[in-house]
C-alpha cells in the first residue's frame, strides 16, 4: 500500500558512502517534509533524520538527510557494520491527511 | 528520560477486539502528540492513528472504521481498540512520542518496545 516508494535492498563496505532513496508524490514528499528511521533487527524503529536533514540528539553526523521535489534520500557516510538495519522513510500526505512510511530498504554491510 | 510500555493480550480471537494500553513514564503525557503504529511479521511499518493530550485524535482511512485512540491524562496512558479484527491485524503493535519539533506530526522520536499481537482462533 506504499506510495512513498524505496529499492527493497541495498549494500556497501565498511567506510564506504551509501544512499537510500525515497520517492514520493506532489501530496506527500513534495509537499511535507521527510523523516528517516532505523529499525535495527529485533528493535522497535529509531528516528535518524527528521524535517528533511535534522538529526535527533545523539545520532551520529555521519547520517545525512535531503530532499529534492518529491524525492529523498537519506545518505551514510563511513559505513559500519553496526549500520546493518531497516531504514524506512515517512512523510506526512496531504491526502491521506495522515502520516506514510516507505516500504523500507534492508541495508547489508559487506 | 520518557519511557513507553506497551501493555495487552498477546492472542485475540477473530472478529472480536484488540485493546492495548501505553503507560508513559519519566515525562507528562500532557503537551505532546501520542501515536499508535504497526509492523506485520516480516512487513513495513503502518501508521495507525494519533491523538492529542486534549482528545484530539486523526486516523489511517484504511482503519478508521474499527479503530479508536483514547488517553486518560491522570494515568499517563493512551490506549488503542481495534474491533473486528482479523488474521491481517497480525502484527508488533508499538506506541511511540510524536516529535514536538517537527512541522507536521509525523516524527516519532520515542518509541516504547512493542507488543507482537496475534489473531487467531
Known sequence: ??????????????????????????????????????????????????????RPSGVPDRFSGSKSGTSASLAISGLQSEDEADYYCAAWDD?????????????TVL | QVQLQESGPGLVKPSETLSLTCTVSGGSISTYYWTWIRQPPGKGLEWIGYI?????????????????????????????????????????????????????PDAFDMWGQGTMVTVSS
Request: overall charge positive; charged content about 10%.
Open chain 2, 52 to 104: 492529542y493530550y486534549i482528545g484530539r485524535t486523526n486516523y489511517n482511512p484504511s482503519l478508521r472504521s474499527r479503530v479508536t485512540i483514547s488517553i486518560d491524562t491522570s494515568k499517563n496512558q493512551f490506549s488503542l481498540r481495534l474491533i473486528s479484527v482479523t488474521a491481517a491485524d497480525t502484527a508488533v503493535y508499538y506506541c511511540a512520542r510524536v516529535n514536538i519539533a517537527a512541522p507536521t
Open chain 1, 1 to 54: 500500500q506504499s506510495v512513498l516508494t524505496q529499492a527493497p535492498s541495498a549494500s556497501g563496505t565498511p567506510g564506504q558512502r551509501v544512499t537510500i532513496s525515497c520517492s514520493g508524490s506532489t501530496s506527500n514528499i513534495g509537499s511535507n517534509t521527510v523523516n528517516w528511521y532505523q529499525q535495527l533487527p529485533g528493535t522497535a524503529p529509531k528516528l535518524l533524520i527528521y524535517s528533511n536533514n535534522q
Open chain 1, 95 to 107: 491526502s491521506l491527511n495522515g502520516v506514510l512510511f516507505g516500504g523500507g530498504t534492508k541495508l
